[in-house]
């Protein structure tokens, strides 16, 4: 961001405004910890501010604070469309396009509300007014912290604030291991502890609440876990009948794809989820090193994120998916093997 466009920014706060606050669909630690950071932020400005989620969020989320005032769009479409046509500002948190969102990415291109992104996605769209896209950070929370930073308001961190995007620098560094986390990631999660971040407390929360199903799940996984090690890739698949099997809830998958990357030698790892009743098969990626999965999600799997993890979907049957995958990786060789 430019001098001259915080300075703008911060003229547009220095009065209580109607302001909607966005993440993306299927929101996770870094979307509700950055959302929930911001609203409770602009609170203190006595801005009227909501947190507007596409779709609902894992319980592991659900003690977030502030998380009880969040509206879901999916299920309170009228009453959220009626908020967003009337807001000023609209903030869109830890995604970079429009269908991001999928039917509420509409009521936001046709509100007239001036709109601020604040991401770390490859490749943003244009549509924000201010956009503040570093795709080098470790997560949107660490660019919330640098945003109130910019703002000359880093004594205005509560203790809920810094809970909040304590989480979600956590949950987007797979605890601080990421290569994305540098010397500044941890300097700003020392001052998050500062301002009253419990670190040991938020990890049992996020990471500590398993299920004996879950775990059971995991296990299924793992069983399932295929390796290709002429290609250094690894993935896993879940059916719609395994997860039944194990009373499958919401986020119960989060993490799963990491196993394959831990194997050696492995350097890119996917888990294929079936989902009957969207009928698509949910696809998460990762890599270490030069491989892009987010190049990768986007030309093969309408879908996109970051260089070393993103996610994208297929229309096929979970059998073809896979198919498809395996026939697409050869002509990947060199780089997976270099
Ligand atoms: P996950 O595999 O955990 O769902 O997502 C990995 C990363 O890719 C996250 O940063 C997420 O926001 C991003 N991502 C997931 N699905 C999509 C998608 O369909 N499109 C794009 N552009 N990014 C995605
Ligand atoms: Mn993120």
Redesign the pocket.
């Known amino acids: 961001m430019t001098v001259s466009e915080i300075t703008q920014i911060q003229t547009l706060l220095s009065t209580p405004k109607r302001i909607v606050i966005v993440p993306?669909k299927?929101p996770?630690g870094d979307a509700m910890g950055s959302t929930l950071a911001l609203y409770h932020y602009l609170k203190q400005y006595n801005h009227l501010a909501v947190v507007i989620a596409p779709n609902d969020y894992p319980d592991f989320l659900k003690w977030l604070p502030g998380d009880d005032t969040v509206l879901k769009y999916d299920s309170n479409t009228a009453h959220c469309n009626t908020i967003i046509a009337d807001a000023e500002l609209i903030f869109t948190l830890?995604?970079n396009?429009l269908h991001?969102v999928e039917n509420m990415g509409e009521e936001l291109a046709n509100s007239k509300a001036i709109k601020l992104m604040i991401d770390h996605?490859q490749q943003p769209e244009p549509y924000a007014l201010y956009t503040y896209s570093d795709v080098t950070m470790s997560s949107t929370c660490e660019m919330v912290y640098r945003f109130i930073e910019m703002l000359g308001d880093t004594n205005k961190i509560t203790q809920a604030m810094a809970t909040c995007l304590y989480t979600g620098i956590m949950t987007d560094t797979g605890s601080f291991r990421f290569a994305a986390t540098t010397s500044e990631t941890h300097y700003i999660i020392g001052k998050l502890i500062e301002h009253g971040a419990n670190n040991a407390e938020i990890h049992n929360k996020i990471y500590d609440t398993n299920s004996y199903e879950r775990l059971q799940l995991l296990g299924c996984a793992l069983n399932n876990l295929k390796v290709i090690p002429e290609l250094n890739t690894a993935y896993i698949t879940l059916s719609q009948d395994e997860l039944n099997q194990f009373n499958f809830k919401k986020g119960d998958t989060e993490g799963f794809?990491n196993y394959g990357l831990s194997l050696n030698n492995i350097k890119f790892a996917a888990i294929f989820i079936e989902h009957k009743q969207e009928n698509i098969i949910k696809i998460?990626?990762r890599s270490k090193g030069d491989f892009s999965v987010n190049e990768f999600?986007r030309r093969y799997f309408?879908?996109?994120?970051?260089t070393n993890?993103?996610?994208?979907?297929s229309d096929l049957s979970l059998n073809d998916t896979v198919e498809k995958f395996i026939s697409i990786l050869p002509s990947h060789k060199n780089e997976l093997t270099s």
């Open positions: 993306h299927n996770d830890d995604f396009a991001r996605h794809v998460s990626l999600s309408e879908g996109g994120g970051h993890a993103a996610g994208g979907k």
